[in-house]
């Protein structure tokens, strides 16, 4: 498979801290317990609060973002210790008018 349609997937838990990162499945996420690992980069980080600044109050579905080239689908996954949310990353297809 292309690497450009493949998505790079990051679980972070509610804090925002980094759980799993790669090219995972967000099925793990329920049952992972692991121990942060990280933080995303800054740019994604900003466009993930922003887009689910609103889910403390009322889980959406989901939500898109176009950043710096990239293409963001962001989801909420449940857990097996509290909620999960799976941020998807992948290369904006540039397209030509």
């Not at 996954?77 to 297809?93: E, H, N, Q």
Request: some cysteine; proline content about 9%.
């Amino acid at each position: 498979m292309d690497d450009q349609f493949t998505p790079y997937c990051f679980i972070l838990d509610d804090a925002y801290r980094v759980l799993m990162a790669g090219p995972c499945d967000p099925a793990e996420a329920a049952s992972t317990t692991a121990a942060p690992v990280g933080s995303l980069p800054a740019p994604i980080d900003r466009a993930v609060r922003a887009l689910t600044a609103s889910w403390k109050s009322d889980i959406a579905g989901g939500s898109n973002a176009k950043i710096s080239g990239l293409h963001l689908s962001i989801a909420p996954v449940p857990g097996s210790d509290g909620p999960r949310i799976a941020v998807f990353v992948r290369r904006a297809l540039a397209t030509y008018a």
